[in-house]
């Protein structure tokens, strides 16, 4: 089996059954995953920040919400994806707590949805928000997207 | 402070030399480094009697981040570039490179990850720092790379006591060094203080380390120590090695405000350390030496 390791500001797909894809320690930061059963079609983008206002050239477009999620889904549709037969799932978005200034998580999970919408999409499963920890999971062969907070058990999306 | 008469925190500290022990080379150069009339000889002939820790220094010397046209190949080329002062943190970061690859199981971090947390908060740090004009920057990203040191040696020592921190963290209401305090009567920057002292570094260092959660408690004059605490929440918040405790902490408004950040500024470091992150070499090269 192997593992396919999302980091920051990644995206990867895979449609081999023996594969995991996996975003480890989301912070603020989204995993969002999408499983396709019919043709076996996993893929998984780690989004850092909303919006892509903040970069002068479009650089990095899978670091943002706005640009990373049509980046992949369209990529998701090239490899043969199909919307219609997916699982769409989110995790991510924790906060800081109290007075901090800003609250990228929650501005992250409103800037996903958003983008998906453009695409007439929506999460089918979320493990969103507070202030820990967590990892995403894609299990192939189970068709299982499952989520962790570190220390507590695992949620099955 | 930690309170005199606590018992642990005593056997702790005591036990730091056997648990993290300066190399000799490491000690020596320290040494030398207190006189600012040592001749750069002595220097690099200390280094060069440790290979694989000259080695490493190479390394750090042809990093981008100081932006030599050529390769600087030997070691005494290196001391004469950079000088003895750039050249002893370089050996105190290899250093604790080697010191914070570490699993620790009571943080739920795995080897990798307070690897990656680590070397995270110190290019954040270090960015800051230059941000700032801050003279020092090296010695500012050296803080961000030991600021969490200090877990190290409590997963290795405490390990009973540090189940009661896990319960009473679990209970809410308190952030994980809050928890730590209560439990322990210490807090993770406490022992990390105190493994810079034992190795004789900066009291700059040893103060920042000791505050990084609560900047408010440092002296007037130390500015390096709200670089450190902006940064490890911006590299926790990103998710950069998290582990227990999460983004569950507080930034605090006064290193907000000596920092002079805005909302806008901290999205722009958060973009400077991921290009850093995508840039820097260091990271792959010591993980695998
Ligand atoms: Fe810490
Ligand atoms: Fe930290």
Redesign the pocket.
């Known amino acids: 089996m192997a593992e396919i390791r999302v980091k920051l500001a990644e995206m990867r797909f895979s449609n081999k059954s023996e594969d995991t894809l996996v975003a480890h320690g989301l912070g603020a930061c989204i995993a969002l995953a999408i499983f396709d059963r019919t043709t076996s079609l996993a893929g998984m983008i780690h989004i850092v920040m909303p919006s892509s206002d903040v970069q002068s050239k479009n650089d990095h477009p899978v670091r943002f919400a706005d640009t990373g999620v049509p980046v992949f889904l369209k990529e998701f549709m090239r490899l043969g994806g199909n919307f219609a037969a997916c699982k769409i799932v989110i995790a991510g978005g924790a906060n800081m707590p109290s007075n901090s200034i800003f609250n990228i998580g929650d501005q992250n999970v409103l800037a996903v949805k958003k983008a998906l919408s453009k695409f007439n999409l929506s999460v089918s499963g979320e493990d969103i928000g507070g202030n820990n920890g967590r990892t995403l999971n894609v299990d192939m062969k189970q068709g299982v997207i499952s989520s962790r907070v570190f220390g507590c058990p695992v949620i099955v999306l | 402070m930690v309170d005199k008469d606590n018992i642990l925190y005593a056997r702790i500290v005591n036990k730091i030399t056997e648990l993290m022990p300066l190399p000799e080379t490491i000690q020596k150069i320290v040494d030398l480094t207190r006189n600012p009339d040592t001749p750069l000889k002595k220097i690099s002939d200390a280094l060069e009697s440790d290979e694989a820790m000259a080695t490493k220094v190479l390394k750090l010397a042809n990093s981008s981040f100081y932006g030599f046209s050529k390769q600087v190949k030997t070691i005494s080329h290196a001391v004469v570039c950079l000088g003895f002062n750039t050249i002893k943190q370089m050996a105190l970061t290899a250093h604790s490179f080697s010191v914070l690859d570490k699993q620790l199981d009571g943080y739920y971090l795995d080897r990798g990850a307070m690897f990656q947390h680590s070397f995270g908060t110190a290019l954040a740090s270090r960015l800051l720092a230059t941000k700032m004009y801050y003279p020092n920057a090296e010695e500012v990203y050296l803080m961000g790379l030991l600021?969490?040191v200090g877990?190290v040696i409590l997963n290795q020592f405490a390990e009973q006591e540090f189940n009661k921190v896990i319960e009473e963290y679990n209970k809410g209401g308190l952030m994980f060094?809050e928890a730590e305090r209560k439990v322990l009567g210490f807090d993770?920057?406490d022992i990390g203080s105190a493994v810079c002292q034992k190795w004789n570094l900066s009291d700059d260092i040893v103060e920042t380390i000791r505050c990084?959660?609560n900047p408010e408690e440092a002296s007037a004059g130390n500015i390096s120590v709200h670089m450190v605490h902006i940064a490890?929440i911006i590299v926790s918040i990103m998710g950069l090695g998290i582990g227990a405790g999460g983004v569950d902490q507080k930034i605090s408004e006064k290193s907000l405000s000596v920092l002079n950040l805005k909302e806008e500024d901290i999205s722009m470091l958060m973009m400077s350390i991921m290009d850093e992150l995508e840039n820097d070499e260091t990271l792959a090269s010591f993980r695998n030496a």
């Open positions: 600021h969490d877990k060094y993770h920057g990084h959660h490890n």
